[in-house]
């Protein structure tokens, strides 16, 4: 059993930033990849980022690429969305997950943090 919490959502006007953080406990955190998914209200859980076990391969949403960094710390057991030039339309909740495989199926999520950004 993994176990994920996401911290650091919040308010923030249209072109500023936020950091989400997600601490992970329970089984080797280096064994999972871990990605990142936001849901917006009346709408699905959509894919936003996602990192291997060893931090050295990530891959982004179209809509994010350029304005999101993901990264690990492998130390701290933890993984991080950095969220620059944010947009009214990143508005959503935003969960981590952790897996055995990159891009595949998820096991574990997280409870999910709320970032609403105004225009």
């Known amino acids: 059993q993994v176990h994920l919490v996401e911290s650091g959502g919040g308010l923030v006007q249209a072109g500023g930033s936020l950091r989400l953080s997600c601490a992970a406990s329970?089984?080797?955190?280096?064994?999972?990849?871990l990605g990142w998914f936001r849901q917006a209200p009346g709408k699905e859980r959509r894919f936003v980022a996602a990192?291997?076990?060893?931090?050295?391969?990530?891959y982004y949403a179209d809509s994010v690429k350029g304005r999101f960094t993901i990264a690990r710390d492998n130390a701290k057991n933890t993984v991080y969305l950095q969220m620059n030039s944010l947009k009214p339309e990143d508005t959503a909740v935003y969960f981590c997950?952790?897996?055995?495989?990159?891009?595949?199926?998820?096991?574990?999520w997280g409870q999910g943090t709320q970032v609403t950004v105004s225009s």
């Open positions: 997950a952790a897996g055995l495989t990159i891009l595949t199926k998820y096991d574990y």
């Open positions: 329970g089984r080797t955190f280096t064994n999972y990849a």
């Open positions: 990192i291997n076990q060893s931090g050295r391969t990530t």
